[in-house]
């Protein structure tokens, strides 16, 4: 029997239930130092980060509780077609319930429905699942960073045509 889960758009409420996913999960994979998205001011109000333009955070719910979420923006430092998927992070409740797989689409849906041309992101070595999704949904691996995001900790750059 799978878990059911829903995925909306984050709201205020949502803010510190996902400040606090990231800031557990992120250490989980070695990202909790300098040079990654754990260090983003965002981090604590994504829900207003995100009411940007051309911007939208998405939460994945499980009987009312937030177990994670992802985002697009346009890319820092990069050109105008290009979004970022940002924030992508799941308490491991979420993992394995297609949750990660249902959060990349309704995210790569928004941004072509925004007009982006290209989606990246970045990682790092050690988050293998999660870039198995990205490989699965057709990002190709990159030899060196777009942009400017300031997560020089990121080791792993990948993009995909919209």
Same mark, same amino acid.
């Given at each position: 029997?799978?878990?059911?889960?829903?995925?909306?758009p984050?709201?205020?409420?949502?803010d510190a239930?996902?400040? /606090?996913?990231?800031?557990?999960?992120?250490?989980?994979?070695?990202? *909790? $130092? +300098? #040079?990654? =998205?754990?260090?983003d001011?965002?981090?604590d109000?994504l829900?207003r980060?995100?009411?940007?333009?051309?911007? /939208?955070?998405?939460?994945?719910?499980v009987?009312g509780?937030?177990l *994670? $979420? +992802? #985002?697009? =923006?346009?890319?820092?430092?990069?050109d105008?077609?290009?979004?970022?998927?940002?924030?992508?992070?799941?308490?491991?409740?979420?993992?394995?319930?297609?949750?990660?797989?249902?959060?990349?689409?309704?995210c790569?849906?928004?941004?072509?429905?925004?007009?982006?041309?290209?989606?990246?992101i970045?990682?790092?070595?050690?988050?293998?699942?999660?870039?198995?999704?990205?490989e699965?949904?057709?990002?190709?691996?990159?030899?060196?960073?777009?942009?400017?995001?300031?997560?020089?900790?990121?080791?792993?750059?990948?993009?995909?045509?919209?």
């Amino acid at each position: 029997m799978s878990t059911a889960f829903t995925l909306r758009p984050i709201t205020s409420d949502d803010d510190a239930a996902m400040a /606090a996913i990231i800031r557990r999960v992120m250490p989980e994979f070695g990202a *909790g $130092g +300098a #040079g990654f =998205a754990i260090n983003d001011p965002e981090v604590d109000w994504l829900s207003r980060a995100y009411a940007a333009p051309r911007s /939208a955070y998405f939460v994945v719910e499980v009987d009312g509780q937030v177990l *994670g $979420g +992802a #985002g697009v =923006a346009p890319l820092e430092g990069g050109d105008a077609d290009t979004c970022e998927l940002r924030k992508m992070y799941f308490l491991s409740q979420a993992r394995g319930l297609g949750a990660g797989r249902a959060m990349m689409a309704r995210c790569l849906e928004t941004a072509r429905g925004f007009g982006f041309r290209r989606c990246y992101i970045e990682t790092l070595d050690g988050m293998e699942s999660a870039m198995r999704l990205y490989e699965r949904t057709g990002f190709t691996r990159l030899d060196a960073p777009l942009g400017a995001t300031g997560h020089g900790g990121c080791d792993r750059w990948y993009a995909l045509a919209l």
